[in-house]
């Protein structure tokens, strides 16, 4: 039997990873299970943050949601008593900017576009296709 030649390289993966979020780790055991060539930039207090220019063209990219995803919810967010829903990319990239703890995560970045890896279900889509694609569960009709 011949051996095996690619035809094209493999997409450039980038994922944008928290440690301390249990999400984030499910997606970087995926990509590995799924055997996929992945680069990771940690973005947690130990790491290094997106830029403002990154930050732009992240949610320029953003593929199955609103910038506004890109904000974790929690503690921080309501001490800052935020409120982002529908907030346009630009208050999104500032809030960002000022409050890099925010930030969510993962989100995966295929050099083509970008996507949060939430739900999980994502990830595990990403794991099997190398590249961006959203993925959810079937909706039950009612």
Not at 26 to 45: E, K
Not at 80 to 96: I, M, Y
Not at 115 to 135: C, F, K, Q, S
């Amino acid at each position: 039997m011949a051996p095996l030649t690619l035809l094209s390289p493999p997409p450039e993966l980038t994922v944008f990873h928290n440690p301390a979020s249990p999400a984030s780790e499910y997606a970087i055991q995926a990509l590995q299970l799924g055997c996929q060539r992945f680069d990771v930039r940690r973005v947690d207090l130990a790491g290094s943050r997106p830029t403002e220019p990154e930050l732009r063209d992240i949610v320029s990219r953003l593929r199955g949601d609103d910038a506004a995803a890109l904000v974790r919810r929690g503690r921080l967010y309501a001490a800052l008593e935020l409120d982002l829903d529908g907030a346009s990319d630009e208050t999104v990239v500032a809030t960002l900017v000022e409050h890099p703890a925010l930030l969510a995560t993962p989100i995966l970045d295929d050099g083509v576009a970008t996507m949060l890896g939430n739900p999980i279900e994502r990830a595990e889509a990403w794991a099997v296709t190398g590249h961006v694609v959203d993925a959810r569960p079937a909706r039950r009709a009612a």
